[in-house]
């Protein structure tokens, strides 16, 4: 099992970036797939999941509204569309595929424990 992210830069505030995990060595479909975020000295944080194949998504309160997660089956690539970026979005963004949780038809907060492979992180750098 494999994950490849890539897609991360600078750009200034108010800019956009899409970032890019391409999946391979597994069966696609068989996990939730994710973006998390990790700035220096603070904790790793889920950012965005979707179920391959369709289904509900899932965003952190901070991105809502200004982040899209994506997918392309043929391609086992998931994206995540990042606009009207933030100071405060500045992180390594990894990739992730794992278990997901879903209540009432909505994905509950993705967490770290449950996803076991990892892409090797792209880095996003907002300037203000």
């Known amino acids: 099992v494999q994950l490849v992210d890539s897609g991360g830069g600078s750009v200034q505030a108010g800019g956009s970036l899409r970032l890019s995990c391409a999946a391979s060595?597994?069966?696609?479909?068989?996990?939730?797939m994710a973006w998390f975020r990790q700035a220096p000295g603070k904790e790793r944080e889920g950012v965005a999941a979707?179920?391959?194949?369709?289904?509900?998504?899932y965003y952190a309160g901070s991105v809502k509204g200004r982040f899209a997660i994506s997918e392309d089956r043929a391609e086992k690539t998931v994206y995540l569309q990042m606009d009207s970026l933030k100071p405060e979005d500045t992180a390594t963004y990894y990739c992730?595929?794992?278990?997901?949780?879903?209540?009432?038809?909505?994905?509950?907060?993705?967490?770290?424990?449950?996803?076991?492979?990892w892409g090797q992180g792209t880095q996003v750098t907002v300037s203000s």
């Open positions: 060595g597994y069966t696609y479909q068989s996990y939730c």
């Open positions: 979707l179920f391959p194949g369709g289904g509900p998504t």
């Open positions: 992730a595929a794992g278990v997901c949780t879903m209540v009432a038809g909505a994905l509950t907060p993705i967490q770290t424990k449950y996803f076991n492979t």
